[in-house]
């Protein structure tokens, strides 16, 4: 199955709202909430996308010609590619009723581990969300990431112990999510953690702890005093604040002030494999890629996840060959512009 053949399956069985587009930038879905838009006046999804077009690779040919190699190692995993699935939830709300959450996790879960990544998988109000995202993850050896949305400590428990027993190589907490209007005023509660509340939130994780949603320097630095070992610099695809910057204006200082201690993974608006280089020079260590992943399963299934999955590493291999970067550590900051 082509990408091509993946987007025009996803058109007949996507939402009312996402129209997979062949480029997924953000500008036909604009604001729609329910749907896969931004939150306010939308532009924020649209900035995240353009911001990585204004970036440009610099060709450099003159050096060895050997094979490239993009495989990535983090927290005793290899990954063939520094490429994640976000995690994204409410899929019959926002996306159709083709996949609920529970349905759309088992696919990406095991998809994305046979096309050597991984996938971050996402929560919901649903306690089933959580249990069976986390059976599918211990279904593959563990290499899923789940994703738990900021609740109350004692719902966090609850839900690390299906963590613990999936043995996931990491967690991860989109704390962003605090913005979502679909978790304001519920049971159980969800908001913003203080510095304290997500050192213990650490704690009782029990694996590496992933914080994402940090668009700052400062908070970059409390993740790291929270003892997070990842961050993900993330404005939520624009979907919990209107008029923030787009990630790729943040991250070479979230980077630069924070990557020595912890690993920093971005997300919002990459789209390529191009785009994915661009990320590695500003001092990302892997990327995380959301909207594309539901077009490719409403498209294809597994076989929709393979196909974009082989999509983004052969662009990525180009670019890398091209710019003479054999390796992932030889993408250095110089090789974009």
């Not at 329910?34 to 939150?39: E, R, Y």
């Not at 019959?92 to 998988?121: E, M, P, Q, R």
């Not at 995202?133 to 690390?160: H, M, S, V, Y």
Request: hydrophobic letters at 45%; glycine letters at 10%.
């Amino acid at each position: 199955m082509t990408y091509e053949e993946v987007l025009a399956n996803a058109r007949t069985c996507m939402g009312e709202h996402c129209k997979a587009c062949p480029v997924c930038n953000g500008k036909a879905c604009t604001n729609k909430v329910p749907g896969p838009g931004a939150k306010g006046s939308g532009t924020v999804a649209i900035r995240n996308y353009e911001k990585w077009q204004e970036l440009c690779v610099n060709m450099d040919t003159i050096c060895d010609n050997k094979p490239v190699d993009m495989s990535f190692e983090v927290f005793g995993k290899t990954f063939k590619y520094p490429v994640f699935a976000a995690p994204i939830g409410a899929m019959k709300l926002h996306y159709g009723d083709k996949y609920d959450d529970l349905g759309y996790n088992d696919i990406l879960v095991s998809a994305c581990a046979d096309a050597g990544i991984a996938a971050f998988t996402g929560d919901g109000t649903n306690p089933d969300v959580m249990a069976a995202a986390t059976k599918a993850i211990g279904q593959k050896d563990g290499r899923g990431i789940p994703t738990i949305k900021p609740w109350d400590i004692n719902t966090l428990k609850e839900k690390f112990a299906l963590v613990k027993e999936a043995g996931p190589f990491a967690a991860a907490m989109d704390i962003d999510a605090a913005g979502l209007p679909f978790l304001k005023n519920l049971t159980p509660p969800a908001g913003s953690k203080s510095v304290e509340e997500l050192k213990e939130i650490v704690a009782e994780a029990g694996v590496p702890f992933i914080i994402k949603g940090v668009m700052t320097v400062k908070g970059a630095l409390k993740a790291k005093e929270a003892g997070a070992a990842a961050i993900v610099v993330s404005n939520h695809g624009g979907r919990v604040l209107d008029q923030c910057p787009a990630t790729a204006e943040v991250l070479e200082e979230i980077a630069a002030a924070a990557g020595g201690d912890m690993k920093v993974f971005v997300d919002g608006g990459i789209r390529s494999g191009a785009d994915v280089f661009k990320a590695l020079a500003l001092g990302a260590d892997a990327v995380l890629i959301g909207r594309p992943f539901v077009t490719a399963v409403y498209g294809g299934g597994a076989e929709g996840v393979a196909a974009y999955t082989a999509k983004l590493a052969a662009e990525l291999s180009d670019t890398m060959a091209m710019c003479g970067a054999h390796s992932l550590n030889e993408i250095t900051r110089d090789m974009v512009r």
